[in-house]
C-alpha cells in the first residue's frame, strides 16, 4: 500500500469522522438524551388497541378521530 | 371471588370490609378499596384507557377524593399574574408551561397521562419526561384553560403543579448537554486513535515504513486535538480554580498527565521519537468523562425530585381597597392594607383580624390538623387555612417578614451548623495529591540521572496510573448508586452525607402528630344513648357538619360515605364550639359539651375520656337529649407498629417527642411499645433532649413533619420528613420520604449500613491498587497505555461495586 492510498483512505475516514460528530451533536441539540429511561417504555404501550375510543370507526367508516370534550 | 379482590384493584391497598366501591374493567367487576381510587379507576375506564392496567409495572398512589374545594383552587392558574411565572407563549393565542406530575410510578402512568391529555380538545401538544416526571404541555387558550387541564389530570389520580423552570435548571441542562458532547467527542476520537494505534504497535513489531509512521502519528495528533482542547477542559478548570484558590484537588493530576502527555507526544510528532501517546490520552478522558456523567446523572435525579417538592403556589389575595374587592398577587401586599380570607382559603400574609370570627388551621405551623378560634384582635399567621367564617384581616408582615419566613432563616442557620464531613474529605484529597506530585517529582529527578531517555515514559506512567480516579470516585460513585436506588422505593436523599450517618444511628426519635400519627381526626368509637339508632346518628352528624370546613367535620362526612344526606334547615356555624341546625322539623346542635347543652348529670365522658386518653369528644343532642357521643383522635398510621418494631430489632433505641398532653402521647407510646416518650414539647424543648441525647453519645435520627419539628430535624445528626409534611420541613430533612411510609425508616438505615460497607470496600480496593502499581510504575515496568488501561479498570471496579447497591 503506497502512502498516497493511505493519505486518501485517512481522508475519507476523516470525513466520515466529522459526519458522524456532526450527526451525535444534531441527537444531542434535538434532546434525544433527555428523557433515557421513557422512549424504551413507551414502545410497549399499544396506540392500535380497537378498544380505544379513538381509534373506533364512528358509521360513516372513518376512523373517530374527533376530540372529546 | 377469588384472592386478589382482598386488594384494591387499582392502587393494591387492602379493601376495607364492608365498602362496595367497584368498576367494571375488562368486563370484570374489580374491588376498590376508597371511593378515591374507584373514581380514578371510572375515569380511566370511561376514557377508554384501560391498556394502564394491563401495562403498568408498579401501582399508584391511592386515589384521592378530588374535592371541589380543590378545583376551585385550581382555578386561580387561569390568573394572567399567576400564570406570568411559568406560562411561555408560544405563538399567538398559544401558550406552553411545565408541569410536576406527582404520582408517576412506572411507564405507564406517562402514557396513561399522554393519552389522556392529548385527546382533550384545544390542547396541542403533551410531553412527559419520564426520569424527571415532568411534561411539557402546550395549549390553545381560546379552547381550554390550564386549570382544565390540571383538574383532568387530578381525575386520572394524579396531581400537577406548574414549575417555574428557573435558571438553575437551564443551566443544568446546557450543561448536561455540553457534557454529553465531550463524551461525544472523546469517543469518537478516542476509538479512531485507538485503531491507528493499533498500526503503529504492529508496526514497530513486524517494521513499518517510516512515511506511514509519519502519516498515522500526524492523523492522531489531528483526532487528539479536540479531545486535549475541548472534551479535557473541564479538567483544566477544575484543576485552575483548584490551585488558584490554594488547595489542591484531585483534578490536578489529571490535568497534568493530560497536557504531558499530549506535549510529549506533540514534541515526538513534530521532531521525531520513539513513542506517542495519543491512545493514552483518548482513552483517559473518556473514561473519566463517562465516569463522571453516570455520577452526575445520579446525583441529578435526586436534585429534580428535590426541586419537584417545591410547588408553585397560587399566591393570590383579596385585597379590599375603596370597598373594592380584587385578586392581586401576594408580593403586591403592603403592611396595613386590608385582604378578606374566605372560608377554606389560606391566608396570604401575617396579618390581624378587624372583622368576622372563625377558627384557622395552622397545620402548616404544628403538622396538626386542629381548629384555633380566632376572633377581632387576634393575629393570624400567612399559610394556615381559614377554616369557617370569612375574616377581613389588616395586614402585619408579607414575604420575608412573616413567621413562617423567620421559621426558615432559622432552619437555614441550623443547617450552616452541620458538621461538614465533605470538607474533610477534600482536605484529605489536597494532602493525596500533594504527596503524588512530589513522589512524581522525586522520581522523574531520579530517572533523569539514571537514564533521561526514559524520564518522560516514566513520569508520564507514574501520573497516569495513579490517578486517583477510583479513589475519588469511590465515596461519590456509592452514594449515587444507593441514592438513585432509595428514590425508586420514594426515599427522596437530599444531602449526600445522610448515607454515611445512617449507618451508624442507633437512635431514631418520632414526632407524634402528622408523623406516627396520619395528622387528620377520625371517628375512632361511638356511644350511642340508645335514642336513635346509629346510623341516623351518624347521618344526622353528617348532615349538621356539612357546611363547616372545621378539620373534624370531614371525619363526620367520610363516615357516611355516599349515603343521601337529608337536609338541614336553619343551620348555623358556631366557630370553636359547634354546628346546629334543624332537620325534618327537629332541632339538633352537634359540638363540644357546653355547647351541646349535655346534661350535666350524665357521667359517660369520663368513662369514654378513660378508654381513649387524647381524643376529642363530640356531643350530638337534640333539644332534650344526649343523643350520641363521637370519639374522635388521630389514628396510627398502619405501619405505624411495624416500622417501630423494624427499628427496634435493629438494636435501635426509640422515643417520641411531641407536643401534645402526657395522656395522648403516653397512649400512643403504650400501643408502639415505646418506653420514651416526652410529651408537651415546644420546638426549643425538642431540640434540647434532642441534644441531651447527643451528649450521651447517641447518633439520633428525628422524623418529623411539621414546620415546629424543622429546628430539631435540623440539629439531628440524620432527619427525615414525610413527604406529606410541609415544605420547610422536607427542606430542612436530609432524608425525605415521599410515599410517607414509616417503614421505610428502617429501610433507610439498612441502606445507608450498605452504602458504608460498599465505600469501605471501594477506599480499600483504590488504596491497595495504587500504592501495588506506583512501586512498578515507578521502577519503569509499566508502559503509559498499560498505566491508562489499569486505570480505567480499577475506576470501572469501584463503580461496578457500587452498582451492586441496586
Given amino acids: ?69 | 371471588m377469588n384472592e386478589t379482590a382482598e386488594q384494591c384493584y387499582h392502587c393494591g391497598q387492602p379493601v376495607p370490609q364492608g365498602f362496595q366501591y367497584r368498576v367494571c374493567i375488562d368486563d370484570a367487576e374489580r374491588e376498590m378499596c376508597c371511593r378515591g381510587c374507584q373514581a380514578v379507576a371510572q375515569a380511566i375506564a370511561d376514557n377508554g384507557l384501560v391498556e394502564y392496567y394491563r401495562s403498568r409495572t408498579a401501582m399508584p398512589a391511592s386515589g384521592q377524593e378530588v374535592l371541589p374545594d380543590e378545583l376551585k383552587k385550581l382555578a386561580l392558574y387561569d390568573h394572567p399574574d399567576i400564570q406570568r411565572s411559568f406560562v411561555i407563549d408560544a405563538g399567538e393565542h398559544s401558550k406552553e408551561a411545565v408541569l410536576i406530575l406527582e404520582g408517576i410510578t412506572c411507564a405507564a402512568c406517562v402514557w396513561l397521562n399522554e393519552r389522556h391529555i392529548k385527546q382533550l380538545a384545544g390542547v396541542i401538544s403533551i410531553e412527559v419526561n419520564y426520569a424527571s416526571h415532568r411534561a411539557r404541555v402546550a395549549w390553545d387558550e381560546r379552547e381550554i384553560g390550564l386549570s382544565r387541564i390540571l383538574q383532568e389530570i387530578q381525575l386520572l389520580g394524579y396531581n400537577a403543579h406548574p414549575y417555574n423552570a428557573r435558571q438553575a435548571d437551564q443551566l443544568r441542562k446546557t450543561q448536561r448537554k455540553k457534557d454529553l458532547q465531550r463524551i461525544a467527542i472523546a469517543g469518537i476520537a478516542s476509538a479512531q486513535v485507538m485503531m491507528l494505534a493499533v498500526g503503529l504497535y504492529a508496526g514497530a513489531w513486524y517494521g513499518i515504513d517510516p512515511n506511514t509512521v509519519h502519516l498515522l502519528r500526524w492523523f492522531s495528533l489531528l483526532l487528539t486535538i479536540p479531545v486535549a482542547t475541548f472534551a479535557a477542559l473541564p479538567f483544566y478548570r477544575a484543576a485552575w480554580s483548584g490551585i488558584k484558590s490554594g488547595h489542591l484537588n484531585m483534578d490536578v493530576p489529571v490535568a497534568l498527565a493530560i497536557i504531558t502527555a499530549f506535549g510529549g507526544s506533540l514534541w515526538v510528532t513534530v521532531m521525531g521519537g520513539e513513542h506517542v501517546y495519543y491512545d493514552t490520552i483518548g482513552m483517559f478522558t473518556l473514561f473519566l468523562l463517562a465516569t463522571r456523567l453516570l455520577e452526575t446523572g445520579a446525583r441529578e435525579k435526586s436534585v429534580e425530585a428535590a426541586e419537584n417538592l417545591l410547588k408553585l403556589q397560587p399566591a393570590m389575595a383579596l385585597r379590599i381597597r375603596d370597598g373594592q374587592q380584587e385578586y392581586v398577587p401576594v408580593m403586591d401586599l403592603l403592611v396595613g392594607e386590608l385582604i378578606l380570607a374566605k372560608p377554606g382559603e389560606t391566608i396570604a400574609a401575617d396579618a390581624v383580624i378587624v372583622d368576622g370570627v372563625s377558627s384557622v388551621d395552622e397545620s402548616l405551623l404544628t403538622g396538626e390538623s386542629r381548629a384555633v378560634a380566632k376572633q377581632v384582635g387576634d393575629s393570624v399567621i400567612a399559610g394556615s387555612t381559614n377554616l369557617e367564617g370569612p375574616l377581613t384581616l389588616q395586614v402585619s408582615g408579607v414575604g420575608e417578614n412573616t413567621v413562617l419566613a423567620g421559621i426558615v432563616r432559622l432552619v437555614d442557620k441550623a443547617q450552616a451548623e452541620k458538621p461538614e464531613i465533605a470538607l474533610l474529605a477534600d482536605r484529605v484529597a489536597g494532602w493525596f495529591t500533594m504527596g503524588l506530585l512530589a513522589f512524581t517529582l522525586i522520581v522523574g529527578l531520579t530517572w533523569l540521572w539514571v537514564d533521561s531517555s526514559r524520564v518522560f515514559e516514566i513520569v508520564l506512567a507514574v501520573l497516569v496510573v495513579t490517578c486517583p480516579c477510583a479513589l475519588s470516585l469511590a465515596v461519590p460513585a456509592a452514594l449515587a448508586a444507593s441514592g438513585s436506588h432509595l428514590i425508586k422505593r420514594g426515599i427522596l436523599v437530599m444531602r449526600g452525607h445522610a448515607l454515611e450517618t445512617l449507618a451508624q444511628v442507633n437512635h431514631v426519635v418520632f414526632d407524634k402528630t402528622g408523623t406516627l400519627t396520619i395528622g387528620k381526626p377520625e371517628i375512632v368509637s361511638m356511644v350511642n344513648s340508645g335514642v336513635l339508632d346509629d346510623a341516623r346518628c351518624n347521618t344526622i352528624a353528617a348532615s349538621l357538619e356539612q357546611a363547616s370546613e372545621h378539620p373534624l367535620a370531614h371525619a363526620f362526612i367520610r363516615r357516611v360515605e355516599g349515603a343521601i344526606l337529608p337536609a338541614v334547615t336553619a343551620a348555623r356555624n358556631s366557630p370553636g364550639q359547634g354546628v346546629s341546625g334543624e332537620i325534618d322539623g327537629v332541632a339538633y346542635t352537634l359540638g363540644n359539651r357546653e355547647f351541646a347543652q349535655a346534661s350535666r348529670g350524665d357521667q359517660s365522658e369520663t368513662r369514654i375520656q378513660a378508654d381513649f386518653p387524647g381524643a376529642t369528644l363530640v356531643w350530638l343532642c337534640d333539644t332534650q337529649r344526649v343523643l350520641a357521643i363521637f370519639v374522635l383522635a388521630d389514628p396510627l398510621r398502619a405501619d405505624a407498629q411495624a416500622a417501630v418494631a423494624a427499628l427496634q430489632a435493629r438494636g435501635v433505641s426509640v422515643s417520641i417527642l411531641s407536643g401534645d398532653g402526657d395522656a395522648a402521647v403516653a397512649h400512643v407510646a403504650a400501643q408502639l411499645g415505646v418506653k420514651n416518650s416526652h410529651s408537651r414539647q415546644k420546638p426549643q424543648d425538642k431540640l434540647a433532649v434532642l441534644q441531651a441525647l447527643q451528649a450521651e453519645g447517641k447518633i439520633v435520627a428525628m422524623v418529623g413533619d411539621g414546620v415546629n419539628d424543622a429546628p430539631v430535624l435540623a440539629g439531628a445528626q440524620v432527619s427525615f420528613a414525610m413527604g406529606t409534611g410541609t415544605d420547610v420541613a422536607s427542606q430542612s430533612s436530609d432524608i425525605v420520604l415521599l410515599s410517607s411510609k414509616l417503614q421505610d425508616v428502617a429501610v433507610a438505615l439498612d441502606s445507608g449500613k450498605g452504602t458504608l460497607r460498599v465505600m469501605r470496600q471501594n477506599l480499600w480496593w483504590a488504596a491497595i491498587y495504587n500504592l501495588t502499581a506506583l512501586p512498578f510504575a515507578a521502577l519503569g515496568y509499566v508502559s503509559p497505555w498499560v498505566a491508562a488501561l489499569g486505570m480505567s479498570i480499577s475506576s470501572l471496579i469501584v463503580v461496578m461495586n457500587a452498582l451492586r447497591l441496586r
Fill in chain 1, 1 to 69: 500500500m503506497t502512502t498516497s492510498t493511505l493519505v486518501f483512505l485517512l481522508a475519507m475516514t476523516a470525513i466520515f469522522i466529522v459526519f458522524m460528530a456532526l450527526g451525535v451533536f444534531w441527537a444531542i441539540k434535538s434532546g434525544q438524551f433527555e428523557d433515557m429511561e421513557g422512549p424504551a417504555q413507551r414502545i410497549l404501550m399499544d396506540e392500535d388497541d380497537p378498544m380505544l375510543p379513538v381509534n373506533q370507526l364512528d358509521e360513516n367508516g372513518v376512523a373517530n378521530k374527533s376530540k372529546l370534550q
